[in-house]
């Protein structure tokens, strides 16, 4: 095996390792919405704007709306009001959890800048290296995703 194979299997390696430990250490593990103590959804950022502003930005607590028994932030009211008029159309997959961990059976958190839109719905991700595994091939990640989801009793 090469030095480069083993490099790339220890860093896969790890990078599970390091997710594993997040998911354990994550307080919202039993929650359906990934949502911080305060309650606020996707650390503050704003879903809609990641449709029309292709970009993560951060919500304001003047611009928000509670949805899922989380409080959602957004960067405008006319997001705000986009999104209470159809939060399933801007709201992430899997609660806001990681796509990657969901894909794992794991209820993981997410790095707001390690997005992806996908036939119309948004993904967030562990970080960026984990959002670029999951959309080389995206269709296999999303029905294992799609399954666990399922079967952890959260509905979307």
């Given at each position: ?22 998911c ?10 990934n ?10 950022y ?42 399933d ?7 806001g ?45 999303i ?14």
């Amino acid at each position: 095996m090469s030095r480069a194979s083993v490099e790339a299997i220890y860093g896969l390696a790890l990078g599970l390792l390091v997710l594993g430990a997040a998911c354990a250490a994550d307080p919202s593990a039993g929650e359906a919405v990934n949502k911080d103590q305060s309650g606020v959804a996707i650390r503050g950022y704003d879903a809609v704007a990641y449709f029309t502003e292709r970009r993560p930005v951060l919500g304001k607590p003047e611009f928000e709306h509670e949805w899922r028994d989380a409080k959602w932030r957004f960067a405008s009211a006319k997001h705000r009001d986009a999104f209470a008029a159809d939060p399933d159309s801007y709201a992430p997959r899997y609660g806001g959890f990681c796509a990657g961990g969901m894909a794992l059976g794991r209820k993981a958190p997410i790095d707001p800048e390690a997005w992806v839109i996908i036939d119309g719905k948004l993904y967030l991700n562990y970080s960026k290296r984990d959002r670029d595994s999951f959309t080389e091939d995206p269709a296999p990640h999303i029905a294992r995703a799609d399954a666990n989801w399922e079967r952890l009793g959260a509905v979307e």
